[in-house]
């Protein structure tokens, strides 16, 4: 990890960001584990990768969020300025609009029915982007949208490292049978490959928009579906469902994107007190319920 505290990150941005100059700074706290970000001013925000990983995502994220944003229904992070690597930093990093809000809570969907259809329009929207030059999976976004099968290993085996309390025989049940579900056979789509509660800004009990596109890429759409369990509960899930309009194959897979990604964050980020242990915790707790009332499981 390259570090970048207050002092770095105002020496980079004064020597090759003129517009900045005598504008306040300050650090960021973020459920992200890739950059370190800053805001500055009141309209933008910076990110400087944390590792080579990092700046390949945002590299890939400054060639194709300008075609991206131009397509979506909510606002999202807009390149503004690139920063070249130096002595003091040896990546790219770069200048975004900020986004004003705060990061998502499963509280906002009792107060209101719009995040559902605020969600599932943004999905549906990167679906209809030409995704025919997009970047597949791979080291560049985490290999989040190949096919589900190839998370096995490494499912199951976090399957097995959670925490007592956990159902893990019914969790691999839940996980074999979404695993081996039919494989998306149609052209690969848009996917923002990480939709959880860190990643969408609210504001007045709005979605107010949606961040953090490294993991963006094309493939499976099931992968952006997984946001169901993640973000919704009881009825608010089957509407989501609905709107999506998906046949059965592919929410299967969804769920099961859904568990690969909780019962791997859980272990790592419960000791660490992360905002994405509790994001997984809610996720297997709504996996398990429809696991009870979803027939193709009984």
Not at 61 to 70: F, H, S, T
Not at 91 to 98: D, E, I, S, T, Y
Not at 178 to 198: C, F, M, N
Not at 240 to 268: C, E, H
Request: net charge neutral; glycine share 6%.
């Amino acid at each position: 990890m390259i570090p970048v505290d207050l002092n770095t990150a105002k020496e980079l941005i004064d020597e090759q960001f003129r517009p900045a100059k005598g504008l306040p700074i300050r650090e960021v706290v973020s459920a992200g584990s890739e950059n370190f970000i800053f805001r500055l001013g009141n309209d933008w925000t910076v990110r400087f990768p944390k590792n080579e990983a990092a700046a390949l995502q945002l590299k890939k994220e400054l060639a194709w969020l300008p075609v991206i944003a131009a397509r979506m229904t909510v606002p999202v992070p807009i390149p503004y300025f690139t920063g070249a690597p130096n002595s003091k930093f040896p990546f790219q990093w770069a200048v975004f609009n900020w986004i004003d809000g705060r990061i998502y809570e499963p509280e906002l969907l009792q107060r209101t029915d719009g995040a559902v259809a605020v969600m599932a329009d943004f999905i549906c929207s990167l679906w209809k982007i030409d995704a025919e030059n997009g970047p597949g999976p791979g080291r560049q976004n985490n290999f989040r949208g190949q096919a589900l099968i190839e998370r096995d290993i490494e499912t199951k085996s976090a399957i097995n490292h959670l925490p007592s309390g956990y159902n893990k025989k019914t969790l691999g049940l839940i996980w074999e049978k979404a695993s081996r579900e039919k494989t998306w056979d149609q052209p690969p789509v848009w996917i923002h490959g990480d939709l959880h509660w860190g990643n969408i800004i609210t504001l007045n009990d709005k979605i107010n928009g949606i961040i953090d596109f490294g993991t963006l890429g094309v493939g499976d759409p099931a992968v952006d579906i997984m946001c169901a369990w993640i973000l919704f509960s009881g009825e608010k899930r089957a509407l989501f469902k609905q709107k999506l309009n998906v046949d059965d194959p592919t929410w299967i897979r969804a769920m099961g994107w859904a568990l690969s990604f909780a019962v791997i964050a859980l272990p790592y980020y419960l000791p660490k007190k992360h905002l994405l242990a509790d994001i997984a915790v809610f996720t297997l707790e709504n996996i398990m319920i429809d696991f009870a009332k979803y027939p193709v499981f009984n």
